[in-house]
């Protein structure tokens, strides 16, 4: 990677070098026809992605001074196992039918139970074999981590961030499911839900994970760095990723329109509408929020709930105040220009993306 790589396409290159690289390895474990679909399933499902966490794993070492080291790709392309193994589980919990504009992993197997015709619940069996997956990607996750090629040294010194970045991960998830059992949310809560399903384990992990590596210690302008501007990109990240879920374009997302309103997603800019909303539009959102048959008509008239009490322009003032602050904490952090220059199109990127 050179110092043209800040766009997201060159770090694709070499992450999807990377990825394939390790799943060749494990071919010779799937000779099994029975087991080959797994591999099959795994390939698929990694073949799409914007590879946004390679990247900030990546920029956060160039940051900290690290050169060219053929082992780095392989420490950043592991994220993206174990991104995809949280999106497989997140698809289950959500029984969401589509990811990436094809079939979620458990329909995917749903489908070849019943087209096969085997005894028992096609659903169980998809979710089962999905569940599964998701797992086999996240031991893999681990396995190209410590197999990157990177010093032992270094791996050793970051492994303990690593560690506890799984743990917030699973943290998020269940505080996401517990937000959409409870039913209500405040602004608090739904915030603190963005943060740890998403923002800091696509944001400000994976640059700590970078930094630390390169600096093979965890100074305190790094901790700086993380939180002032890892986190705040990472906030501002899962807002974006709020927004698409209910205004997206499926053709560009890949997802069908509204899915988030269908799951009952209770997310900041849903809690920004009730903060603000009438009696009126209250009763819309509780009426038709997490409605699994929701369609075109009532995904309209909560998008218009939205927009009408102000949640819309709400999230999308505070994407920008996030992302202002954290390309202030950047101008002042003690690293390499290039990297400054790629971290700060990386956040615009992972801020105003369409997809």
């Avoid at 110092?3 to 070499?14: F, P, Q």
């Avoid at 999106?87 to 979620?104: C, E, K, N, T, Y």
């Avoid at 970051?158 to 917030?168: F, S, V």
């Avoid at 939180?227 to 499926?250: E, H, K, N, T």
Wanted: with cysteine; proline share 4%; charged share 25%.
């Amino acid at each position: 990677m050179t110092a043209s790589a800040a766009s997201l396409d060159s770090i694709r290159t070499e992450v999807d070098l990377a990825l394939r690289e390790f799943l060749d390895r494990q071919r010779p474990h799937f000779s099994d026809p029975h087991l080959a679909v797994l591999l099959s399933a795994a390939e698929d499902f990694l073949a799409g992605g914007k590879r946004l966490r390679p990247a900030f794993c990546y920029w956060g070492w160039r940051a900290a001074g690290g050169g060219d080291e053929p082992g780095l790709r392989f420490a950043a392309a592991s994220l993206e196992l174990l991104q995809a193994s949280a999106l497989i589980h997140d698809d289950v919990m959500d029984a969401s039918d589509v990811r990436r504009g094809m079939p979620s992993a458990h329909r995917r197997f749903e489908r070849i139970h019943a087209e096969a015709g085997w005894l028992g619940s096609a659903r169980q069996f998809g979710e089962g074999s999905a569940v599964l997956l998701g797992n086999l990607l996240l031991v893999w996750s681990g396995e190209m981590w410590r197999n990157s090629g990177l010093a032992p040294e270094a791996i050793a010194v970051a492994q303990p961030m690593h560690d506890y970045m799984l743990t917030e991960l699973m943290c998020g998830q269940y505080l996401d499911l517990l937000e959409q059992a409870q039913g209500e949310s405040t602004f608090d809560s739904a915030l603190r839900v963005a943060l740890y399903k998403s923002g800091k384990y696509s944001v400000e992990q994976p640059l700590r994970l970078g930094l630390v590596l390169a600096a093979q210690a965890n100074h305190a302008w790094i901790d700086r760095l993380c939180v002032q501007y890892g986190q705040q990109v990472g906030i501002a990240f899962q807002l974006r990723d709020d927004i698409l879920g209910v205004f997206g374009d499926p053709a560009e997302t890949g997802k069908p329109a509204g899915d988030d309103l269908r799951e009952g997603k209770r997310t900041v800019l849903i809690a920004r509408a009730l903060a603000s909303a009438t009696p009126a539009q209250t009763a819309v959102v509780r009426d038709l929020l997490g409605d699994p048959e929701l369609d075109a008509d009532g995904v309209g008239r909560l998008r218009a709930v939205i927009e009408e009490t102000g949640a819309l322009a709400a999230c999308e003032g505070m994407i920008k105040r996030y992302l202002d602050d954290a390309l202030h904490a950047l101008g002042q952090a003690p690293i390499e220009e290039e990297a400054r220059t790629a971290l700060a199109a990386l956040a615009v990127a992972a801020t105003s993306r369409r997809t």
